[in-house]
């Protein structure tokens, strides 16, 4: 299956209304643990086309062993060479499994099919990417599954916090409209999991490199001060 990748038409997730919450938070918050795990189901306009449409506001933060300078050099690195488009395939394919497992197989007619990236950008403090996930409905359209912010801040002398939030949109149409959003909300979480534990462990440990055998040694409890 081939996944396409476009640069420089992803939107800033901090302009969604169902975000703007979350992006209340500055760096220094990101530093502190303070903005801990985010997932709250609501309706709200749809920017796009004036409907009104579920979007799921998602974010979680991972703490790396690494200097802020290093990490945001890496992240460059990896959003040039498809490491972003990898895990962003592994990450929505792994969330839309676990809402087939509770929700049942129409759950699961749905695939991504692009992302899309805007350069890296930053201060001194803070380095993010905006990226978009675009995936395929059961009939066959496209939708924005994800519009979200990957940040970097430094967090201690030899310490990056690397944090996503974003708005998460479950597919269109009859095959999500009869779907809990409960479950919705715990399989979306589980996807940005997911794809978090992955960019933590190629920021931390390049190709080639030794790392460890799951995310445990990466991740931190989010209220947890560094």
Same mark, same amino acid.
């Given at each position: 299956?081939?996944?396409?990748?476009?640069?420089?038409?992803?939107?800033?997730?901090?302009?969604?209304?169902?975000?703007?919450?979350?992006?209340?938070?500055?760096?220094?918050?990101?530093?502190?643990?303070?903005?801990?795990?985010?997932?709250?189901?609501?309706?709200?306009?749809?920017?796009?086309?004036?409907?009104?449409?579920?979007?799921?506001?998602?974010?979680?933060?991972?703490?790396?062993?690494?200097?802020?300078?290093?990490?945001?050099?890496?992240?460059?690195?990896?959003?040039?060479?498809?490491?972003?488009?990898?895990?962003?395939?592994?990450?929505?394919?792994?969330?839309?499994?676990? @809402? +087939?497992?509770? &929700? /049942?197989? =129409?759950?699961?007619?749905? %695939?991504? $099919?692009?992302?899309?990236?805007?350069?890296?950008?930053?201060?001194?403090?803070?380095?993010?990417?905006?990226?978009?996930?675009?995936?395929?409905?059961?009939?066959?359209?496209?939708?924005?599954?994800?519009?979200?912010?990957?940040?970097?801040?430094?967090?201690?002398?030899?310490?990056?916090?690397?944090?996503?939030?974003?708005?998460?949109?479950?597919?269109?149409?009859?095959?999500?409209?009869?779907?809990?959003?409960?479950?919705?909300?715990?399989?979306?979480?589980?996807?940005?999991?997911?794809?978090?534990?992955?960019?933590?462990?190629? @920021? +931390?440990?390049? &190709? /080639?490199? =030794?790392?460890?055998?799951? %995310?445990? $040694?990466?991740?931190?409890?989010?209220?947890?001060?560094?």
């Amino acid at each position: 299956m081939h996944i396409h990748a476009c640069r420089g038409r992803a939107r800033a997730a901090s302009e969604h209304p169902s975000a703007s919450g979350y992006f209340g938070h500055g760096a220094s918050d990101l530093r502190r643990g303070r903005t801990g795990p985010v997932t709250a189901a609501r309706l709200v306009p749809d920017l796009w086309t004036g409907a009104v449409t579920d979007h799921i506001v998602v974010g979680d933060r991972v703490l790396l062993g690494a200097s802020f300078r290093a990490a945001r050099a890496r992240l460059g690195i990896l959003a040039r060479d498809g490491m972003l488009l990898w895990a962003s395939e592994v990450a929505y394919g792994e969330g839309i499994t676990g @809402l +087939v497992k509770v &929700a /049942g197989p =129409a759950a699961g007619l749905t %695939r991504l $099919a692009g992302v899309c990236l805007d350069d890296l950008a930053g201060t001194d403090d803070c380095a993010h990417i905006v990226l978009q996930w675009e995936a395929i409905a059961a009939d066959g359209k496209l939708f924005t599954a994800l519009d979200a912010d990957l940040m970097l801040v430094p967090a201690g002398d030899q310490i990056t916090a690397l944090a996503l939030a974003g708005a998460y949109r479950p597919q269109p149409g009859w095959a999500g409209a009869e779907l809990d959003q409960a479950i919705v909300r715990r399989c979306a979480a589980a996807a940005i999991r997911s794809f978090l534990a992955r960019m933590a462990c190629a @920021l +931390v440990y390049p &190709a /080639g490199t =030794a790392g460890p055998a799951s %995310r445990s $040694a990466l991740r931190r409890p989010l209220g947890d001060k560094p």
